[in-house]
């Protein structure tokens, strides 16, 4: 069984929570345990606000106003990628994409959002789109599925 999804959305806070009832939605139907439903959405969620926040460009570009969000269910693996028109992150020697790696001080309202996502899923990868501007934040997350749920993985 596999469940794609892909959605282009604007750059609005009332967006995220969108994004992730789309997921639960599609978890809860694959028969996903709802541990692992709920680190997925919560991963979702900080990418998201993220985009939102960051991910607009500096000219009044109308496709900065949206971001990307794709989410695909495949046998036993769930991943999902959010993606944005802002200027990324900034570049390390190499020319790499260089995120912070650390999360900010206790008492900061910001800054934990990708740490969270690396504690959450198995797999990260965080980087600027390549050749055009933008960010791009894919994670993975093996699946433990309930028992008795219909929709088993095959």
């Known amino acids: 069984m596999s469940i794609w999804w892909s959605l282009r959305l604007r750059r609005d806070a009332a967006s995220v929570p969108l994004a992730r009832r789309l997921l639960l939605g599609a978890m809860e139907t694959a028969g996903v345990d709802p541990d692992i439903s709920y680190d997925l959405s919560v991963a979702l969620t ?10 607009g460009g500096a000219a009044r570009d109308p496709s900065s106003e949206a971001y990307r969000v794709t989410a695909y269910l495949e046998g036993e693996k769930c991943r999902i990628e959010v993606a944005d028109e802002g200027p990324g992150f900034p570049a ?12 900010a001080p206790y008492d900061a ?13 198995d ?8 050749g055009r501007s933008g960010a791009v934040v894919s994670f993975d997350k093996i699946l433990k599925r309930r028992k008795g749920a219909p929709l088993m993985a095959v």
């Open 92 to 103: 390390a020697a190499g020319g790499r994409a260089h995120p912070p790696a650390r999360p």
């Open 46 to 55: 900080e990418a998201c606000a993220n985009a939102v926040e960051h991910g």
């Open 123 to 130: 797999h990260v990868h965080i980087d600027n789109k390549p």
């Open 109 to 121: 309202e910001h800054g934990r959002g990708l740490c969270l996502i690396q504690e959450l899923a």
